[in-house]
């Protein structure tokens, strides 16, 4: 794996309550999750997606910060 060339691009994943999941997905025919972690307040994730992860699901109140912009799971939300 040291010779993978880098395949995607970094974003940031802030937490911003306790509990917030972070799930890795895996490529190929089925997709199926293949990674989990769980970050608390504030914690900060630096993820990117490789050859054997092709999407993310996350889970709970975070913004996201990625070249194409910044992503709040709450943006909903009226409080």
């Not at 970050?39 to 630096?46: A, P, S, T």
């Not at 993310?56 to 070249?67: E, Q």
């Amino acid at each position: 794996m040291a010779d993978s060339p880098v395949l995607g691009d970094y974003f940031v994943i802030h937490a911003r309550e306790n509990g917030v999941q972070v799930i890795g997905m895996t490529r190929g025919q089925e997709t199926r999750f293949h990674h989990a972690e769980k970050l608390d307040k504030n914690e900060v994730m630096i993820a990117q997606f490789t050859e054997h992860t092709s999407a993310m699901k996350i889970r709970g109140k975070a913004v996201l910060y990625t070249k194409h912009g910044t992503i709040r799971t709450d943006a909903g939300d009226e409080k």
